[in-house]
């Protein structure tokens, strides 16, 4: 199994709503990202997590709130978004953790989001 | 803080055409440069992986090269198709945050 699965695909939330995005991959890639994409723009890297943990916030609203359970799942909980947030998330994995070597990252297909 | 070019950013050429894009980037101290490809409202494909070390990867048509010391990078795409049609993006690691920084990426159209 060579990917990384998103669900939702698509969610559409309003700001007061809570919603969560998933990722999985069965790789055994022990790195996980978060990313954020807006249109027409490239991704920014949201949050990193190496073993299960979190190794890297690139100073993210608190609204966004990242989990990894294990080291096949990282979650994304949504809660009290603007209508700025609304965007492709991508979730990308990579093989050993973030000080390793051939960090090659792979991506999923994106949940996109729209907040109303 | 580590800038990510990409020229040009967008491209449009008959099919069967050979073609270069180009990245460039500020901070040669990089771990590794991938070259992605992104087809409308997708995820991101991953096409060649360059380790810093090394100075050119081939998969199939693509041919991506290195240059570090120049901190510059080219993606040589052979007898381009219209399947080719996607924004390719690159992106570097750095050394010591090992975190992706992307290019702003070039649409590329092949015109069949």
């Known amino acids: 199994d060579t990917e990384v699965t998103q669900t939702p695909k698509h969610l559409v939330m309003g700001m007061t709503n809570k919603k969560s995005l998933k990722c999985e991959q069965h790789m055994g890639h022990r790195a996980m990202y978060w990313y954020k994409q807006k249109a027409k723009k490239p991704p920014e890297l949201m949050f990193v997590y190496s073993y299960e943990k979190l190794s890297i916030n690139e100073s993210v609203p608190s609204r966004f709130s990242p989990e990894c359970p294990n080291s096949s799942l990282l979650n994304l909980h949504l809660h009290a978004l603007q209508p700025e947030d609304s965007a492709l998330y991508l979730c990308?994995?990579?093989?050993?953790?973030?000080?390793?070597?051939?960090?090659?990252?792979?991506f999923g297909p994106g949940t996109r989001l729209t907040v109303l | 803080k580590q800038e990510v070019t990409q020229i040009p950013a967008a491209l449009s050429v008959p099919e069967g055409e050979n073609l270069v894009l180009n990245c460039s980037f500020t901070?040669?101290?990089?771990?590794?440069l991938q070259w992605f490809r992104q087809d409308p409202g997708k995820g991101l494909t991953s096409l060649l992986l360059?380790?810093?070390?090394?100075r050119e990867q081939t998969s199939g048509r693509l041919n991506a090269s290195l240059d570090k010391s120049s901190g510059r990078s080219t993606l040589y795409i052979a007898a381009s198709q219209p399947g080719d049609s996607a924004t390719y993006l690159c992106a570097v690691s750095d050394t010591g945050r090992r975190a992706l920084t992307f290019g702003s990426g070039t649409r590329l159209q092949v015109q069949p």
């Open positions: 990308a994995s990579s093989r050993g953790g973030l000080a390793e070597l051939g960090n090659e990252q792979f």
């Open positions: 360059i380790q810093s070390s090394q």
């Open positions: 901070d040669s101290a990089i771990y590794n």
